[in-house]
T-cell receptor, first 116, second 112 residues
Framework: AQKVTQAQTEISVVEKEDVTLDCVYETRDTTYYLFWYKQPPSGELVFLIRRNSFDEQNEISGRYSWNFQKSTSSFNFTITASQVVDSAVYFCALSEATDSWGKLQFGAGTQVVVTP | EPEVTQTPSHQVTQMGQEVILRCVPISNHLYFYWYRQILGQKVEFLVSFYNNEISEKSEIFDDQFSVERPDGSNFTLKIRSTKLEDSAMYFC??????????FGPGTRLTVL
């Protein structure tokens, strides 16, 4: 069963627009970790954030912000005032505590295209 | 800042050949992983390695695959007899704790 769902396959925006990427997860664990990674055209996976299930505070880092809502099992990611360099595929991932070896289960990814 | 490295960056091989993909994890890390990403698809877990043995493996990780940590620094993934469908980007990751993973830049494997 799909544990992480990223329903948006591709989002296209014009520079300076905000873009929100949705991530819905499924787990029975009470302790788990959620991640976002960026994959630019060069192909590497760039770590953006890790959140544990007990910390529901929203987080902001520069133009990036994350909205974690356990009630809806969502961990959405917003890029404010997008730039061309934000063009990439963004992956949401889940690690469950009962899986003590920590494997990440990734969503299908959302391609963000920012045009000037 | 320490980082995970992988070599080669791109490997081209003929179907049926053996390949070894190499990774140097961050030096004090304890947990090691391999993932793969077929072009245009999501990243999939292959195997985790802890305390010098496989801790978990996915259905993808069949008898054609093996991992080793031969000398305490390198972490290798071997594919014994490559198939066309093994063409993918292979990522190594390591972590000091089980709930963190730092990824290497990946090795693109092309099987002809």
């Amino acid at each position: 069963a799909q544990k992480v769902t990223q329903a948006q396959t591709e989002i296209s925006v014009v520079e300076k627009e905000d873009v929100t990427l949705d991530c819905v997860y499924e787990t029975r664990d009470t302790t788990y970790y959620l991640f976002w990674y960026k994959q630019p055209p060069s192909g590497e996976l760039v770590f953006l954030i890790r959140r544990n299930s007990f910390d529901e505070q929203n987080e902001i880092s520069g133009r990036y912000s994350w909205n974690f809502q356990k009630s809806t099992s969502s961990f959405n990611f917003t890029i404010t005032a997008s730039q061309v360099v934000d063009s990439a595929v963004y992956f949401c991932a889940l690690s469950e505590a009962t899986d003590s070896w920590g494997k990440l289960q990734f969503g299908a990814g959302t391609q963000v295209v920012v045009t000037p | 800042e320490p980082e995970v490295t992988q070599t080669p960056s791109h490997q081209v091989t003929q179907m049926g050949q053996e390949v070894i993909l190499r990774c140097v994890p961050i030096s004090n890390h304890l947990y090691f992983y391999w993932y793969r990403q077929i072009l245009g698809q999501k990243v999939e877990f292959l195997v985790s390695f802890y305390n010098n043995e496989i801790s978990e493996k996915s259905e993808i990780f069949d008898d054609q695959f093996s991992v080793e940590r031969p000398d305490g620094s390198n972490f290798t993934l071997k594919i014994r007899s490559t198939k066309l469908e093994d063409s993918a980007m292979y990522f190594c990751a390591s972590g000091l704790r089980y709930n963190e993973q730092f990824f290497g830049p990946g090795t693109r494997l092309t099987v002809l």
